[in-house]
């Protein structure tokens, strides 16, 4: 409007930009003024929601008359204030030649002329603390005259009356039809008009001298029609925004109670399940749907399990059920591209094929499904389903509940899921712990004590050159025999290494299965003397299928498997080796001793890296700990499955794996030659 209003200047040529400087501000209040003149007249307490819709009604009697060029002045006590009634005087100014606008400039109102006179007064003028609108025709006279009451603040004494609360807001004067105190408002207005624009002293005594101010129609002759539909009006509209405000504050309210409820789940559990559970609860109750079910899924998946539901009775349960997903371009079909899909009405014939089918089986009518992402990463869905008989439309605060849940709810999980991750790594850092501590043990057992006897054997050799020829030849084969150990124990972590990165290039062939084991008989018993060694039966028939593996690996694990067995066995007791196919296209390889067995609660932890069931330090028998873990990375590599059995302590145990059968035209059988050790 300032804009505006400069360009009329420049048109009219008329006009101060500012109020004269070199005037007194006038201290009088208009009010004070009025009541001065008028003792009579008895003031009362207004809200200012009470004097805008009174405003209004009185400038409706404007627009709505006859079009006798009432007088109209209006004066706000901000320009900010005015800046909102603008245009309504505008459309004011175009009923009537005389409407005057005065108000507090901020930054562009400026006192003019155009098509309607303004007047910019001074902000320490009384005018600022006060709200006038004089209504003034041939047939119709309305007034309002209030003065602001200023709110004391006792934190605050020097608060502004203007304070940040619009609504509270309290004026106090007089709001009357009568003609003899409109005309004197009027006066009193005009004549401050006439202090801030001398230059329009002509127009305004012209128009005080045409004031209709004889005595008129009364208030009971007066068309109350135009202003009570205002007022009404104005009325309806403010409930209308009271109970709009209400039903945002409601919908607000909801949705922090359940982000702080979802929160609460957050902090006194990271568990996945009990934080979903929660979040289907509170959500199906807060929307009162028909049913509500939360699964994880991620992007790609087809189907998803069911794991949380929140349903009405007489619904259908879809709980632990595999849940068929809508692809992509369904989803982009129903949604059109929003973050939500919602589809208000499955039965529409343009919905996608599996959107129908659904929901004719499960009764849906409406569907919102809400994705549960963190950082653009999908986690999992919440799915709202409303089954009544009439589709439901998802309002704009129903959405928003929505997305802020799942938002919550990606959070939580994205931290259960860290929270694991973290429990994970440290379960590997204390298993690295333990193979580090497992490592030392090891090496110092394992590499000490035999480079200890070769160091004795040696010296004893060179210090000692009459040494008897046969004692000489005992120290040679311990130094001999300790020298093999330690190569073992090397060879040991080098294969490990070897086949755990993944480098080992697998050389896959026919074999038969007796040729292998015969070859890994023959090396545990070239290494053990035969006094030491139980009775060891071979029950592999020749009439097994060949197996498809590599035959250097193949009869590696036979022989730790066999030398393992043997280890842990008395030189009384027996060890049998058995083979027999499955339905699985494999054959079943059990390795069986009558030695001290295992623990049960230890079956699996055998295959682990430096594992000893006697510890690294009490141990009868050596050994690395590394055998079974290495066994374990071949029969892998092949295709097979590895496990041990065994009921407990002195019950001996059983070492079973699987070797693929080779399909195929049976090949001549290859020679295998034993892997070097």
């Known amino acids: 409007m300032g804009s505006t209003n400069r360009t009329r200047r420049s048109k009219t040529g008329r006009g101060a930009e500012h109020p004269q400087s070199s005037a007194t501000v006038p201290s009088e209040s208009i009010l004070e003024l009025l009541l001065a003149q008028l003792p009579k007249q008895r003031t009362q307490n207004y809200f200012k929601a009470s004097l805008t819709a009174l405003s209004h009604a009185m400038e409706d009697l404007v627009l709505s008359g006859p079009g006798d060029r009432p007088l109209v002045i209006a004066s706000f006590q901000r320009e900010r204030f005015y800046r909102q009634e603008s245009r309504r005087y505008q459309r004011i100014a175009q009923q009537s030649d005389r409407v005057y606008v005065l108000a507090a400039p901020e930054t562009e109102f400026r006192s003019a002329s155009g098509e309607y006179e303004t007047v910019a007064f001074e902000p320490t003028d009384p005018l600022a603390n006060e709200w006038h609108l004089v209504v003034l025709g041939e047939r119709y006279a309305a007034c309002l005259i209030c003065a602001e009451r200023k709110v004391i603040d006792l934190h605050s004494p020097t608060a502004s009356p203007l304070g940040a609360d619009d609504r509270v807001r309290r004026f106090e004067g007089i709001w009357t039809f009568d003609r003899q105190t409109t005309c004197a408002a009027a006066r009193l207005l005009l004549e401050r008009i006439r202090h801030y624009r001398p230059e329009l002293a002509e127009k305004l005594d012209r128009t005080l001298t045409e004031l209709p101010c004889p005595v008129g129609p009364s208030l009971t002759e007066i068309d109350p029609e135009p202003f009570a539909h205002r007022l009404v009006t104005y009325l309806q509209a403010g409930q209308y925004k009271l109970l709009k405000a209400y039903r945002s504050i409601s919908t607000q309210e909801r949705?922090?109670?359940?982000?702080?409820?979802?929160?609460?789940?957050?902090?006194?559990?990271?568990?996945?399940?009990?934080?979903?559970?929660?979040?289907?609860?509170?959500?199906?109750?807060?929307?009162?749907?028909?049913?509500?079910?939360?699964?994880?899924?991620?992007?790609?998946?087809?189907?998803?399990?069911?794991?949380?539901?929140?349903?009405?009775?007489?619904?259908?349960?879809?709980?632990?059920?595999?849940?068929?997903?809508?692809?992509?371009?369904?989803?982009?079909?129903?949604?059109?591209?929003?973050?939500?899909?919602?589809?208000?009405?499955?039965?529409?014939?343009?919905?996608?094929?599996?959107?129908?089918?659904?929901?004719?089986?499960?009764?849906?009518?409406?569907?919102?499904?809400?994705?549960?992402?963190?950082?653009?990463?999908?986690?999992?869905?919440?799915?709202?389903?409303?089954?009544?008989?009439?589709?439901?439309?998802?309002?704009?605060?129903?959405?928003?509940?929505?997305e802020a849940v799942a938002t919550q709810l990606g959070a939580a999980l994205m931290q259960a899921q860290t929270y694991a991750d973290l429990e994970d790594l440290n379960q590997q850092l204390e298993a690295l712990d333990r193979t580090r501590s497992n490592l030392i043990a090891i090496t110092g057992h394992e590499l000490r004590t035999p480079l200890s006897t070769i160091q004795v054997c040696l010296e004893s050799l060179a210090s000692e050159?009459?040494?008897?020829?046969?004692?000489?030849?005992?120290?040679?084969?311990?130094?001999?025999?300790?020298?093999?150990?330690?190569?073992?124990?090397?060879?040991?972590?080098?294969?490990?290494?070897?086949?755990?990165?993944?480098?080992?290039?697998?050389?896959?062939?026919?074999?038969?299965?007796?040729?292998?084991?015969?070859?890994?008989?023959?090396?545990?018993?070239?290494?053990?003397?035969?006094?030491?060694?139980?009775?060891?039966?071979?029950?592999?028939?020749?009439?097994?299928?060949?197996?498809?593996?590599?035959?250097?690996?193949?009869?590696?694990?036979?022989?730790?498997?066999?030398?393992?067995?043997?280890?842990?066995t008395q030189p009384e007791g027996s060890v049998t080796i058995e083979a027999t196919p499955n339905p699985d296209g494999a054959i079943e390889v059990v390795i069986a001793d009558t030695g001290r067995g295992i623990e049960p609660n230890r079956l699996e932890t055998v295959f682990d890296r430096f594992y000893q069931e006697e510890g690294s330090l009490r141990r009868t028998v050596g050994g690395t700990g590394l055998g079974l873990a290495i066994c374990r990375q071949i029969i892998l590599g092949l295709g097979g499955m590895i496990w041990a059995e065994s009921d407990g302590k002195d019950c001996g145990s059983q070492f079973h794996f699987t070797i693929p059968v080779f399909e195929g035209d049976r090949p001549k059988p290859a020679m295998i030659s034993p892997r070097r050790r």
């Open 255 to 402: 949705k922090e109670r359940l982000t702080n409820l979802i929160t609460s789940a957050i902090r006194q559990s990271l568990d996945p399940a009990e934080v979903m559970g929660v979040a289907v609860q509170q959500l199906a109750q807060a929307l009162r749907v028909c049913r509500c079910i939360a699964y994880r899924c991620k992007d790609g998946d087809a189907t998803a399990r069911v794991q949380h539901e929140a349903i009405a009775s007489a619904i259908p349960s879809l709980l632990k059920q595999d849940w068929p997903l809508l692809d992509a371009e369904a989803l982009k079909a129903a949604a059109q591209g929003q973050s939500i899909v919602c589809i208000a009405d499955t039965r529409e014939e343009q919905q996608p094929a599996l959107v129908q089918a659904l929901a004719e089986q499960f009764s849906i009518s409406s569907w919102a499904i809400v994705p549960v992402r963190y950082r653009d990463k999908l986690l999992g869905a919440i799915e709202l389903h409303h089954c009544g008989s009439l589709p439901r439309l998802w309002s704009s605060d129903e959405l928003g509940l929505m």
């Open 465 to 568: 050159p009459d040494m008897p020829l046969e004692l000489r030849q005992v120290m040679l084969d311990t130094a001999l025999g300790d020298a093999e150990r330690m190569r073992i124990l090397v060879q040991d972590f080098l294969t490990l290494s070897h086949l755990e990165s993944g480098r080992v290039n697998w050389n896959l062939e026919a074999l038969p299965l007796t040729e292998c084991v015969d070859l890994a008989l023959s090396s545990v018993r070239a290494k053990v003397p035969g006094e030491r060694l139980p009775q060891i039966a071979s029950r592999v028939s020749d009439d097994l299928p060949p197996v498809r593996a590599d035959g250097e690996w193949l009869v590696e694990v036979l022989s730790k498997l066999l030398d393992n067995a043997c280890k842990f």
